[in-house]
């Protein structure tokens, strides 16, 4: 790989925006592509096809060799509250391949012993977010039904494009919710993005039940988004 190449794929890398290395196998040659800046024509399909699949590949392009090394930024989970679902959703999480955070300032809830396996920050999403900016590759939910906790965190995630929005709360809380974050200038469009009630509806009362609910909709958006995901990646 050439110098230039690899100080290019690692300052997208940095920025978190998904890219692809081109290798034309026969010259040797290699290029850095993204959604926005594709190669033309039929390699740009196959670079288009590889980063949907997340997997890197090989193309046969009038009749010359290619390898498309693709490298997606991992896809993140930011929990805004340490409540029992945050317990149950964390693993999970992991196990199905997220990196997870949880934020939270009530220290009699944001205990290492109540989550010995997780990155857990015990301070306030103003203070913490704009350190760890959110992103299209980030899907955000809040948990703790308390707007002085969530209400930034869900504003910061519409701001910043999160793939997945998503707050704990019934219709009545949900709308109060809403209402609120228009003084934050969103208009219905945008808050249309908050998935609340949260979670698929299969029925989920235990917080185990509701966690499993949270994490199967994360997973519906990130792959039916992919396209949208990649393409948002660089606006």
């Known amino acids: 790989m050439y110098l230039a190449t690899l100080k290019e794929l690692n300052t997208l890398r940095r920025q978190r925006i998904a890219a692809a ?50 490298y997606i930024p991992p896809t993140r989970l930011v929990i805004i509250g ?22 939270d300032p009530r220290t009699a809830f944001a205990t290492a012993e109540r989550f010995a396996q997780a990155e857990l920050i015990a301070d306030w999403p103003e203070d913490v977010l704009p350190k760890r900016p959110l992103d299209v590759h980030t899907a955000l939910v809040t948990l ?57 509806n299969i029925g989920s009362v235990t917080p185990a039940e509701i966690a499993v609910s949270i994490l199967a909709e994360i997973i519906s958006m990130a792959r039916s988004g992919n396209d949208l995901l990649l393409h948002r990646s660089m606006r």
């Open 21 to 70: 290395v081109v290798t034309d196998l026969t010259r040797g040659q290699n290029e850095v592509a993204t959604a926005s800046s594709p190669p033309t024509g039929a390699l740009g399909d196959a670079v288009a096809a590889a980063m949907k699949a997340r997997k890197s590949a090989t193309a046969t392009i009038d009749g010359l060799p290619y390898f498309i090394n693709v």
């Open 82 to 103: 340490a409540v029992h679902i945050s317990q149950a959703l964390v693993p999970m999480a992991k196990l199905a391949g997220f990196d997870a955070l949880i934020i």
């Open 144 to 200: 703790t039904h308390d707007p002085k906790i969530d209400d930034f965190a869900l504003a910061e995630a519409l701001r910043n494009d999160c793939f997945y929005v998503g707050a704990l709360g019934s219709r009545k809380t949900h709308q109060a919710r809403l209402d609120r974050l228009k003084t934050y200038g969103f208009d219905d469009g945008v808050l249309s993005r908050i998935h609340g009630p949260i979670g698929l």
